[in-house]
């Protein structure tokens, strides 16, 4: 193990001594209580570079181990460049190629008026033969729109070659995979150059950068053209990988998705080592709805997307090839009257029903989610063509398998987020689920054994098996933990030996990143509040103020996962406390349904008093000085926190939140349609007290300085949802400060923050580094009484020095 890593395992440890004490409810006794000593901290100048360094895309983001087990392959950023490194598996200190795949510039949206460029990113990596690697990457390229001659941007490019680096060519792009269309006006006859993505792809070519090109030969130049043919409209489509292809050990399967609205899709298997291109189907799924597919990327189940289908929303599944026929999944179970459910609306979004997650690759066989009968989803199965269920489930007592996705489907048109497969075998092999931290339950014995081995020899930190070749014998692993951004490591079964051989993010100085712990503690009212805290390590005073972070909506849970916001505050010397609603997701009905009494910002605001008071029991916490935060509707929370308890915050902080959300849901739903505000609406405050608006109208109440950030849209139109939400929040921030309230801020959010770009994000950061230390210190000095000093007396001048 790398020093590196024995630093996170030390530190690890004694996290868990003092999660597992904070977990059991346990008070430590006076000697046991836990000392911090002050430490010199960072200049604004080091911190403002440090939250760059955070916020930094990793510098490995994917990897891929070979089907025998002979060769790794993995992604890796240098100087704004994405190269594929190919290593020895029992020596993965041993480079066996280099080859540079992306850079930044052709990342970017060639149209956009971002500052600063989009990361090159690796979106998928997967050895079709043991020498043969495939390859995604977020690649730009400019394209006419559906029908409305507007230049856009679509992204993807599938790139396939050798181990050895050798016969690199492109398998896909959107280009390749046209749909032909009705050409209208706006299209006919148009010619037009590809633009600046062209021209910066012409700049940076080179021998060994990969490009697309229509002959999968030649870079790609200022000279090509996207031509629209009169008589026809051709539609790009961009393509993504769906996985390895069942029947064709050396193609995988891509499926070529429409831009814009445009429910319809292709699915395409491509042969890695040539390049040929098969369609296999075009599917063309009814509009304003959510598809399931199979996984041959065949649509099988939808349902409605919008409010123009009145609830309950069925899952419906399709008998035949095209969606021709339809039947109600609620019909289908013949023998077994206990499973259905299939529905959702507002009335049981956060209670009783059943899940669709996705197909076996015997597409008979569906895997579900369900809670009937029990306080926390199951994993189980149903065959869809006999209706019988099959003898299949995977359980757990006290967490949710799964938790809902307010979009659709928990596992995505796949599934793949959610369900793992053995791709040697196409069998059924686990689910990833969050208990106390997120791990996979698998239901093959020996992958059970590695991943327990794996998470005893990695402790504390989130253990996910990425891979594994075709005896069994060799695993590919990605750890991390909330100080850590994590690491890729190969395991071998038969030796016992687990080896790091890339870091995600190395240049984080491991003296830089705090410490988290995960808390739980019982409330009055007999239910309980969990959540993390992160320890800075770097503390200015001997008692840490504090800064509360609401999750983006109720019912989201926190994750153990390293976030460089987090980490970013830390370092600005407070402690930061994330606390799970009693709505969040993963602990079952009986714990969601305790929310459901009272104002929802009530019980939140409760609850993080609680974590309050009992997290200063065990560390030296500086309870004067506390700041509340969110994004999204948990800035509204963080608002209305600071509004019921000002004796207990100094000041709150709102990022892009709907601080009027009774106008922001009415203006979705007016506006888009969208059915999910309306679903998760029962998550949120009662209609009645969103009606009411007391943050909003009682504005004059706050006499504490608050901090917005609001974005305006990328369009600013007054019309427009982002618009409204941004001339809402000045509006409060308005009233504040009618209100006398010094030091209340209101900042626009600028494109490329909400596109996530680091440098973006860093600023913002520094913005919140400037309104803290404003608000939480008092910088103010006592000079005491004004005496006047004669410069002609000795004792005077003697006095003043």
Request: hydrophobic letters at 40%; proline letters at 5%.
């Amino acid at each position: 193990m790398s020093e590196r890593g024995k630093h996170i395992s030390k530190m690890m440890a004694r996290i868990l001594i003092l999660g597992t004490l904070l977990s059991a409810g346990r008070t430590l006794a006076g000697g046991d209580s836990v000392n911090v000593s002050p430490v010199p901290v960072l200049s604004v100048d080091q911190n403002k570079q440090h939250y760059t360094k955070l916020f930094q895309p990793p510098e490995a983001n994917a990897a891929s181990l070979s089907p025998d087990g002979h060769l790794i392959a993995y992604a890796k950023r240098e100087q704004g460049r994405l190269y594929v490194y190919v290593v020895n598996a029992d020596k993965p200190e041993q480079a066996v190629v280099k080859k540079e795949i992306l850079i930044d510039q052709d990342a970017t949206d060639g149209m956009d008026d971002a500052r600063e460029y989009t990361p090159a990113e690796m979106l998928w990596m997967g050895w079709v033969t043991p020498s043969r690697l495939v390859m995604e990457v977020n690649r730009k390229f400019l394209a006419l729109g559906d029908g409305d001659g507007q230049w856009g941007s679509l992204t993807g490019m599938i790139i396939a070659m050798d181990s050895n680096g050798d016969n690199a060519i492109s398998l896909a792009t959107p280009r390749d995979l046209q749909k032909i269309g009705f050409e209208g006006v706006a299209e006919r006859g148009v010619r037009a150059r590809t633009g600046k993505a062209s021209a910066r792809a012409e700049s940076a070519s080179g021998a060994d950068l990969v490009y697309n090109s229509d002959d999968a030969s030649a870079p790609l130049s200022a000279e090509d053209e996207t031509v629209v043919p009169t008589g026809d409209a051709r539609f790009w489509r961009s393509p993504s990988v769906i996985g390895f292809c069942p029947d064709d050990a050396e193609s995988i399967l891509v499926r070529a998705n429409a831009q814009g609205k445009s429910n319809y899709y292709g699915v395409y298997k491509i042969n890695a080592l040539t390049g040929k291109r098969t369609l296999v189907s075009e599917q063309e799924p009814a509009p304003l709805c959510r598809v399931l597919s199979d996984r041959l990327g065949n649509a099988r189940i939808y349902m409605p997307r919008t409010t123009d289908a009145t609830f309950p929303h069925r899952y419906l599944y399709a008998k035949t090839k095209g969606f021709m026929r339809w039947q109600n999944l609620d019909n289908m179970p013949k023998t077994d009257a206990s499973v259905g459910g299939f529905s959702v609306s507002p009335d049981n979004y956060f209670g009783t029903r059943s899940i669709p997650l996705g197909f076996d690759y015997n597409s008979t066989i569906l895997y579900y989610a369900s809670n009937i009968g029990r306080d926390a989803y199951g994993i189980y199965a149903l065959n869809v063509e006999s209706g019988e269920p099959v003898k299949f489930a995977v359980e757990n007592a006290k967490f949710d398998m799964i938790t809902p996705d307010v979009g659709g489907f928990p596992g995505g048109r796949e599934g793949s987020s959610v369900l793992v497969f053995d791709r040697h075998t196409l069998e059924f092999s686990g689910i990833h689920f969050t208990d106390a931290k997120r791990t996979t339950r698998w239901v093959n014995p020996v992958l059970q054994s590695v991943q327990a081995s794996l998470e005893a020899a990695l402790p504390g930190r989130i253990v996910t098996v990425l891979e594994w070749n075709s005896e069994g014998s060799k695993y590919l692993v990605k750890a991390s933990a909330p100080s850590d951004p994590g690491a890729y490591y190969i395991y071998n079964r038969i030796t016992k030996e687990l080896n790091e051989f890339v870091q995600k993010s190395p240049w984080l100085n491991n003296e830089l990143l705090h410490e988290a712990i995960d808390f739980g503690f019982p409330t009055a009212d007999k239910s309980h509040v969990t959540g993390i805290i992160t320890i800075p390590s770097q503390i200015r005073s001997k008692k840490i103020p504090v800064v509360v972070v609401c999750p983006d909506y109720p019912w989201d849970r926190v994750q153990l996962d390293f976030s460089p916001e987090t980490q970013a505050i830390a370092t600005m010397g407070f402690a930061v406390i994330e606390v799970n609603s009693r709505s969040a997701w993963g602990y079952g009905i009986k714990r969601r349904e305790s929310a459901s009494v009272g104002e929802r910002s009530e019980l939140q605001a409760l609850d993080i008093l609680t974590a309050l008071d009992k997290l200063a029991q065990y560390l030296p916490l500086d309870l004067q000085h506390v700041a509340v935060m969110g994004h999204n509707y948990g800035g509204y929370t963080a608002m209305r926190v600071l509004q019921l308890h000002q004796d207990r915050f100094r000041c709150a902080i709102a990022v892009n939140a709907p601080l009027d959300p009774n106008q922001w849901l009415n203006d979705i739903m007016l506006n888009s349609g969208d059915a999910a505000p309306l679903l998760t609406r029962k998550g949120l405050d009662t209609d009645a007290e969103l009606r009411a608006a007391p943050l909003m109208k009682a504005a004059s109440n706050i006499k504490k300085p608050v901090c917005v950030f609001n974005y305006r849209g990328r369009v600013e139109a007054e019309d427009s949802l982002a618009m409204r939400m941004y001339a809402a929040g000045e509006r409060f921030v308005e009233s504040v400060r009618i209100n006398g309230v010094s030091g209340a801020a209101f900042h626009s959010l600028e494109n490329d923050y909400m596109r996530g770009l680091p440098l973006a994000k860093a600023g913002v950061c520094g913005e919140i580094e400037g309104f803290l230390n404003a608000t939480m210190y008092n910088f103010n000095v006592n000079m005491g009484p004004i005496k006047m000093i004669d410069s002609n007396s000795n004792a005077d001048r003697a006095s003043a020095h």
